[in-house]
Structure formats: structure tokens, C-alpha cells
């Protein structure tokens, strides 16, 4: 079970690396360093992911599914 | 802090200045890109063989990002621990690859020529290094959430 747990963890840090990737950096790679904008942009999305895993998560847990 | 050193991309950068020489002219994209699956493999290996040297900064996936330990006991700490390990393992290779698939993707184009271009070679380099650098920053704020959240429950 707890084997489960970090599988999961590990799931959503590779899940939320990616996305945020996609969204937040250009891939024109016009340089190897993040810029300001790109910084508060990886925040931002990191935080909002976040809610929405765990607002996912109560919906799944109220133990209907969400009409 | 289980702090993860490079090797993978002090390879590529490695193999990627190697190829000015005589016979760079033989070794087209297909083995560029094998080459550099090559090298990351023969990272792992060494890797694999000590853990205490882990392969890939950056990954920043430390063990207290994925459960907390020293509440444990002794025993259990150590089963956790080898747990984490086996998952890091795998877990770098697939970044790797995944790393690999995407510079790929977003900076080769044309093949025109069998050797990679020197623009797609900058344009590789910095596209690790930044992925890196994010892999990093999301990491640093996974681990606030986490610990904000254990908190607060």
C-alpha cells in the first residue's frame, strides 16, 4: 500500500514536471536559463496542479462519481 | 537530502564536444542520438552498481518528497528506503529517455545532413539544461506542498 502511495507520488511529480514543461517554457530554447517570467509561471502551475489533483481526489472520494 | 550528481549530461556534453574531430562526418543523427542512449546507459550501469553515486541532478526527487522517514521504525525505515531507491532508478531512466524523446523533438528538423547541425547541438544542450533547471524548481515546490499538506491534515 505504501509502495502504491510513493508509485503514485512519483506518477503525479513526473506527470506535473511535464505539463507544467508544456506549458509554461517556449521550445525554442532561445537559452539554457529560466527566466523570471518562466519561474513564477512553474509556481503558478505548480500550485494550481496541485488543487487540482486534490480537488480530484475529493470528488472521487465523496464516492459517486461527479455528474 | 538525498542529493542526486550528474553524469548523463556531462556525457552528452562530452560526446557532443568529441564530434569536431576527422570522423564526425561518419556518424550521423541516428548515432548521435544511440550514442547518447549509449552513454546514459553506461551511466546507469556504473550507477547501478553504486547507488551512493545516483544518476541524474535535477531529478530532485529526495526521499523526504516521497514519504516521511524518520517517523518510522528501524526496520521499516529500511524497507522505505530500498523502496525509494528502486523507484529512483527507475524513474531517471525514464526522465532520460523522455528528456532525450523531447530535445529530439524541439530541435532536430531536417535531415539534410547526417551529423547534427551545430545550431540543434545548442539548441539540445539548452534544452537539458533547462528542463533540468524546471525538473528542479518543480521539485522544490512539490516538496513545500507536501509538507504544507502533511501539516495540515
Given at each position: 500500500?505504501?509502495?502504491?502511495?510513493?508509485?503514485y507520488?512519483?506518477?503525479?511529480?513526473?506527470?506535473?514536471?511535464?505539463?507544467?514543461?508544456?506549458?509554461?517554457?517556449d521550445?525554442?530554447?532561445?537559452e539554457?536559463?529560466?527566466?523570471?517570467?518562466?519561474?513564477?509561471?512553474?509556481?503558478?502551475?505548480?500550485?494550481?496542479?496541485?488543487?487540482?489533483?486534490?480537488?480530484?481526489?475529493?470528488?472521487?472520494?465523496?464516492?459517486?462519481?461527479?455528474? | 537530502?538525498?542529493?542526486?550528481?550528474?553524469?548523463?549530461?556531462?556525457?552528452?556534453?562530452?560526446?557532443?564536444?568529441?564530434?569536431?574531430?576527422?570522423?564526425?562526418?561518419?556518424?550521423?543523427?541516428?548515432?548521435?542520438?544511440?550514442?547518447?542512449?549509449?552513454?546514459?546507459?553506461?551511466?546507469?550501469?556504473?550507477?547501478?552498481?553504486?547507488?551512493?553515486?545516483?544518476?541524474?541532478?535535477?531529478?530532485?526527487?529526495?526521499?523526504?518528497?516521497?514519504?516521511?522517514?524518520?517517523?518510522?521504525?528501524?526496520?521499516?525505515?529500511?524497507?522505505?528506503?530500498?523502496?525509494?531507491?528502486q523507484?529512483?532508478?527507475?524513474?531517471?531512466l525514464?526522465?532520460?529517455?523522455?528528456?532525450?524523446?523531447?530535445?529530439?523533438n524541439?530541435?532536430?528538423?531536417?535531415?539534410?545532413?547526417?551529423?547534427?547541425q551545430?545550431?540543434?547541438?545548442?539548441?539540445v544542450?539548452?534544452?537539458?539544461?533547462?528542463?533540468?533547471?524546471?525538473?528542479?524548481?518543480?521539485?522544490m515546490?512539490?516538496?513545500?506542498?507536501n509538507?504544507?499538506?502533511?501539516?495540515?491534515?
Amino acid at each position: 500500500m505504501a509502495e502504491k502511495e510513493m508509485e503514485y507520488r512519483v506518477e503525479l511529480f513526473n506527470k506535473m514536471t511535464q505539463t507544467c514543461f508544456n506549458k509554461c517554457v517556449d521550445n525554442k530554447y532561445k537559452e539554457s536559463e529560466l527566466n523570471m517570467g518562466e519561474n513564477s509561471c512553474i509556481d503558478r502551475c505548480v500550485s494550481k496542479y496541485w488543487h487540482v489533483t486534490s480537488l480530484i481526489g475529493q470528488l472521487l472520494g465523496s464516492g459517486r462519481p461527479p455528474m | 537530502m538525498y542529493q542526486l550528481e550528474i553524469s548523463t549530461i556531462k556525457d552528452v556534453r562530452l560526446f557532443l564536444k568529441d564530434r569536431k574531430g576527422p570522423k564526425a562526418k561518419r556518424k550521423h543523427s541516428t548515432g548521435a542520438m544511440m550514442r547518447l542512449v549509449g552513454s546514459g546507459v553506461s551511466s546507469f550501469r556504473t550507477f547501478s552498481e553504486n547507488p551512493r553515486r545516483p544518476l541524474i541532478r535535477g531529478s530532485s526527487m529526495d526521499k523526504s518528497m516521497l514519504a516521511d522517514l524518520d517517523s518510522l521504525p528501524e526496520a521499516d525505515k529500511q524497507r522505505m528506503s530500498a523502496m525509494i531507491d528502486q523507484l529512483q532508478i527507475r524513474d531517471s531512466l525514464r526522465m532520460y529517455n523522455s528528456l532525450v524523446e523531447r530535445c529530439f523533438n524541439d530541435c532536430v528538423d531536417t535531415f539534410k545532413h547526417k551529423s547534427l547541425q551545430k545550431q540543434e547541438e545548442t539548441c539540445v544542450r539548452r534544452c537539458a539544461e533547462k528542463f533540468l533547471k524546471h525538473s528542479m524548481r518543480v521539485g522544490m515546490r512539490f516538496a513545500e506542498l507536501n509538507q504544507g499538506a502533511a501539516t495540515q491534515d
